[in-house]
Structures are given as C-alpha cells and as structure tokens.
C-alpha cells in the first residue's frame, strides 16, 4: 500500500514537473516558457547590424490570401501591415545606434495601464493582450533592436509565433 502511494506521489511530481503551472495565458499556458525551439546565443552586447527589412515578414512568410497592406520604411526602422481581411498582423522593427537607447524605448513601450506577462523572445520581452478588443501585442527587444508585432483577430500563441518567426531573422 505504501509502495503504490510512493509510486502515485511520484508520478503527480513528474507529472507536475514536466507541464508546469501558469501566471497568465490562454489554457493554462505560461508564456515566460514558451515552446519555441532556443535560438543561439547571440552575446547581449553585440550591435545587430542588420537592416530592419532584412527581420521583418514579408508576403511569402504567409498562406495564400494575405496581402501587404501598408509598408512603411527609413534607414533604421520598418512597418509593414498584412491583411486576410479579417486578420491583421503589424510588425514594426527599430534599429537603433546603442543598446541604451533601445532599451529606453522598450521601457517606454511598456503600458502602465494594462496588464502584461513576459516571454522568451530578445533579451527582454512582454505580451500584452488588450481587454476590450481582439488585439495582442508582442514587444521585445533583442540588443539595439525593438520589435513590435500587434494582431488582430488571431490567437496568442499564433501572435507569439509571428514574433518568433522576427527574433529568429535576427539571428540569420
């Protein structure tokens, strides 16, 4: 009797162990530990270099029947909007000269009147997910460069996705 409840305790902290327990989410998914596949390590001090055209989605990061709906470009910085004609997914890319000067703006990014969860992609990042509407926000920075992928309509994990999808063009 003592064994089999050894071996039920055991598996309930096994069990525990491996799916976690949440802070916010949607189906009880903690977001600070996402399922994304870990990018490489990129030395936190290091200027990205590239340019904000090179990170950002394009059409054929897409399925048939989006559409480039407004672009927006200047040397350091990149907006483009895509459409379905229900969904939308806005992705604005910021390079900056110095890391201090992103990590100002990503504080200033952060909403003082809305709540917010962490998550894996940059160095530092948060998920936002607007009350009154079908709106979320993924803002991140990973060194000098801050992204903001803001969609409409589409789910939080497919947003976080879309986020990835930027942090890992970081890295190529």
């Given at each position: 009797?003592k064994?089999m409840?050894?071996?039920?305790?055991?598996?309930?902290?096994?069990?525990?162990?491996?799916?976690?327990?949440?802070?916010?989410?949607?189906?009880?998914?903690?977001?600070?530990?996402?399922?994304?596949?870990?990018l490489?390590?990129l030395?936190p001090?290091?200027?990205?270099?590239?340019?904000?055209?090179?990170?950002?989605?394009?059409?054929?990061?897409?399925?048939?029947?989006?559409?480039?709906?407004?672009?927006?470009?200047?040397?350091?910085?990149n907006?483009?909007?895509?459409?379905?004609?229900?969904?939308?997914i806005?992705?604005?890319?910021?390079?900056?000269?110095?890391?201090?000067?992103?990590?100002?703006?990503?504080?200033?990014?952060i909403p003082?009147n809305?709540?917010?969860d962490?998550?894996?992609?940059g160095n530092?990042?948060?998920?936002?997910?607007?009350?009154?509407?079908p709106?979320?926000?993924?803002?991140?920075?990973?060194?000098?460069?801050?992204?903001?992928?803001?969609?409409?309509?589409?789910?939080?994990s497919?947003?976080?996705?879309w986020?990835?999808?930027?942090?890992?063009?970081?890295?190529?």
């Amino acid at each position: 009797m003592k064994k089999m409840m050894l071996i039920t305790l055991l598996s309930l902290i096994i069990i525990i162990s491996f799916t976690g327990c949440s802070n916010l989410g949607e189906a009880g998914k903690d977001f600070s530990e996402d399922i994304f596949f870990p990018l490489p390590a990129l030395d936190p001090t290091t200027t990205i270099t590239k340019s904000a055209k090179e990170m950002t989605l394009s059409l054929n990061d897409f399925p048939l029947g989006w559409q480039l709906e407004k672009r927006g470009l200047t040397g350091v910085s990149n907006r483009r909007e895509f459409t379905n004609g229900t969904q939308t997914i806005q992705v604005k890319i910021n390079v900056f000269p110095t890391i201090e000067e992103t990590m100002g703006h990503y504080s200033s990014a952060i909403p003082d009147n809305l709540s917010f969860d962490t998550v894996s992609q940059g160095n530092e990042g948060i998920v936002i997910a607007y009350p009154t509407k079908p709106i979320y926000r993924v803002v991140f920075r990973r060194n000098n460069v801050l992204v903001l992928v803001t969609t409409t309509s589409i789910s939080l994990s497919e947003t976080l996705e879309w986020a990835q999808i930027v942090d890992e063009r970081i890295f190529q």
